[in-house]
C-alpha cells in the first residue's frame, strides 16, 4: 500500500498548512518570529469569528490548537481540510459562475462584515475584521461543495485603528491594511451585489473613510491590480 504523503498546502509570513492525501485535517505550524501571535490570541479571535458569523455556521471550518509546550512554536494548529478549486478566486470571478447557494452567502457574509465595519467607531477593541485581504484571495474561497469558506481564522485586522481614522481621508500610504480591506470590500460589493460607483462613493460607511481623491485612488489602485470595481 503507497504511503500517504504529507504536502505543503499553504505558506504565509509567519506559518505553513501541511495537508496529507484523504485526511479530513491539515496542520498549521508556525514560524519563531511571530511574536503577536499567541496561543490564547489564536484561540480567542477564532471563538470572535465564531460569533460574529454565527448566522453561518459552515462559514469556518473546525479547528483545534494542541499546545505542546508554551509558546506558538510549540503548538500545533488541526483544521478541517476544504478542499476547493485554485480558480477562479473571488476577487477576479465572473459572478455568473458562482453557485446560488455561494452567492447567497456571499451577500450574508457582506452583510454581516459591513455591521461589524459599522459597529467599529462606537465599540473599539471589540471589533475584529476578518482577513480577505491577502493578494491572491486565498482566504475566502468556494469549496468544492459550493459553500463560502473562510479558511484563515489568524490575524484579525483591528477594527479600533481603522475607527481612529473616522472623519479623515484614510492615509493609503500608511495605513496600507486598512486600504486593502476597504478595496476589498468595495470590489465584493461591486461584484457580487451590483453596486454602482457612484453608489458606492456615497455609501455613509465609506465616506467616513474615504473622500472623493482617496475612493479614485482605490478604484486605481484596484484596476492595476486586475480586480475592476
Not at 46 to 66: D, G, I, S, T, W
Request: charged share 25%; glycine share 6%; aromatic share 6%.
Amino acid at each position: 500500500m503507497a504511503t500517504r504523503r504529507w504536502s505543503l498546502i499553504g505558506s504565509g509570513v509567519h506559518s505553513e498548512v501541511w495537508h496529507r492525501t484523504g485526511s479530513a485535517y491539515c496542520l498549521q505550524l508556525f514560524r519563531p518570529d511571530a511574536p503577536e501571535l499567541t496561543p490564547t490570541k489564536i484561540d480567542r479571535e477564532y471563538a470572535y469569528l465564531q460569533h460574529a458569523y454565527r448566522a453561518m455556521p459552515r462559514l469556518l471550518p473546525h479547528q483545534r490548537l494542541l499546545r505542546l509546550g508554551g509558546t506558538l512554536t510549540e503548538c500545533v494548529l488541526v483544521k478541517q481540510y476544504v478542499s476547493h478549486s485554485a480558480v477562479p478566486r473571488l476577487h477576479r470571478v465572473d459572478p455568473d459562475r458562482v453557485p446560488a447557494g455561494a452567492l447567497a452567502q456571499l451577500r450574508q457574509f457582506l452583510a454581516v462584515t459591513r455591521r461589524l465595519l459599522a459597529a467599529a467607531p462606537d465599540v473599539g477593541e471589540a471589533v475584529l475584521l476578518p482577513d480577505i485581504i491577502d493578494d491572491e484571495c486565498a482566504n475566502l474561497v468556494i469549496d468544492n461543495t459550493g459553500a463560502l469558506r473562510l479558511v484563515d481564522t489568524n490575524r484579525l485586522i483591528s477594527g479600533r485603528k481603522l475607527a481612529e481614522l473616522r472623519g479623515a481621508p484614510l492615509p493609503l500610504d500608511t495605513h496600507v491594511i486598512h486600504a486593502k480591506f476597504l478595496r476589498r470590500m468595495l470590489l465584493f460589493e461591486s461584484t457580487f451585489l451590483g453596486r454602482r460607483r457612484s453608489e458606492l462613493a456615497r455609501d455613509p460607511l465609506y465616506t467616513q473613510f474615504l473622500d472623493p481623491p482617496t475612493f479614485a485612488a482605490l478604484l486605481e489602485h484596484s484596476a492595476a491590480l486586475g480586480e475592476p470595481i
